[in-house]
């Protein structure tokens, strides 16, 4: 009785699962970077110029009504008063160490950043944005829609 080629390496079934898992992680990473608002990348942070609004900034419970903040998207000023709260965040992630992998933000010890998820409408995951904080009390503010690939930096005023 002959086996065949099945599952051998080499043997066209094995290239089909392989073209498939390739298709697969080119679709999910497709999907990250459709996940919210793209914005250019940059080698190193800045800060936001003083400029007037494109849109008002959402209010709420913890929320400043700051024009520098208007060009966060309405989910991040959500986050911002989960933050000024101290919680409870909808994401067991949200408040761990952001270990700055990337080298995008200054050099601290670690330990000093902390990552939050920004939620993105219509995904059922976290989605690619995040808000890292800086300092215990937070005193550095970071934007990012990208996963990580690039940030923009952000001024707040303390929490009353």
């Known amino acids: 009785m002959a086996r065949g080629n099945r599952g051998k390496p080499g043997t066209p079934r094995s290239w089909i699962w392989l073209v498939a898992a390739l298709c697969l992680v080119g679709m999910w990473q497709l999907l990250e970077r459709q996940a919210g608002p793209g914005m250019p990348p940059v080698a190193d942070t800045h800060r936001v110029p003083d400029a007037a609004p494109q ?35 909808p994401h067991r992630q949200d408040g761990s160490v952001f270990q700055n992998r990337e ?22 995951h976290r989605g690619a944005r995040r808000i890292v904080t800086g ?20 001024q707040r005023r303390p929490s009353p």
Do not use: C, K
């Not at 913890?62 to 060009?71: H, I, R, S, V």
């Not at 300092?135 to 952000?154: K, L, N, Q, V």
């Open 55 to 89: 849109a008002p900034p959402r209010t709420g419970a913890g929320t400043q009504q700051d024009p520098a903040l208007a060009f966060l998207p309405p989910e991040a000023h959500a986050t911002l008063a989960l933050i000024d709260r101290g919680g409870p965040f």
């Open 103 to 124: 080298r995008l933000l200054p050099q601290r010890p670690r330990g000093h950043y902390r990552e939050y998820t920004v939620d993105t409408p219509g995904l059922g």
């Open 135 to 154: 300092g215990d009390p937070p005193a550095e503010w970071y934007y990012t829609a990208d996963h990580y690939r690039s940030f923009r930096e952000f």
